[in-house]
């Protein structure tokens, strides 16, 4: 008769302790964090920055005003239309060692606040999800979940660059409307999203309470009908 694999004490002992540690992280977050946060983040979407009706209150100043029309007129000095349309806006660059660039008549543009405001909330939320998923290894679920939160920060990211891109057009072309009104659309767009994401997170940490809670004894006792085999 074969004889009964021997394991090693010490590999046996660590692995015991790997066990506990795991079991004792998942009765953690079923009797506490969980409901912690999906509690805080239910009241985070009560905010009043949150629940804003009326979006023309998120718009920011482009701080970057529509300049004064270049008035063309009769040249005595031999420059026609164009030339001296080139000689005036020549007059208003700044020079500098390197690349000739606009100076913006009120200084840097800014973000919009209020967005940047919430989206410092919701980063660290988002965040922190992501870990929780990566330490509770034994619920192959949670990697779905965690891949969701990643795509939330680059939702993030996308934003910022898509912003970027068109407060630069707005700089280079201040008398084009449409690129104004698109930056308050993306803007108010970015705000409906947030909330979506906040919503998102809660939702999620209820679906994790519930799906650890239902497979606690899983995690306690991982295929205990063959536990007492191994050893």
Known sequence: MASLLKVDPE??????????RITSEAEDLVANFFPKKLLELD??????????????????DMNLPVPDPILLTNSHDGLDGPNMKKRKLEEREETFQG?????MPNGMLKSNQQLVDIIEKVKPEIRLLI????TEETVAELRTVESEAASYL?????YYITRAKLVSKIAKYPHVEDYRRTVTEID???????RLIISELRNQYVTLHDMILKNIEKIKRPRSSNAETLY
């Open 188 to 194: 108010e767009k970015e705000y409906i999203s947030l």
């Open 43 to 60: 009241g985070f979407l009560k905010d009043p920055i949150l629940n804003i009706h009326d979006l023309t209150q998120i718009h920011s």
């Open 131 to 134: 870990e929780k998923c990566n």
């Open 154 to 158: 680059d939702q993030i990211s996308r």
């Open 11 to 20: 590999v046996k002992l660590k692995v015991d302790s790997f066990r506990e």
């Open 99 to 103: 690349t000739k660039v606009f100076v």
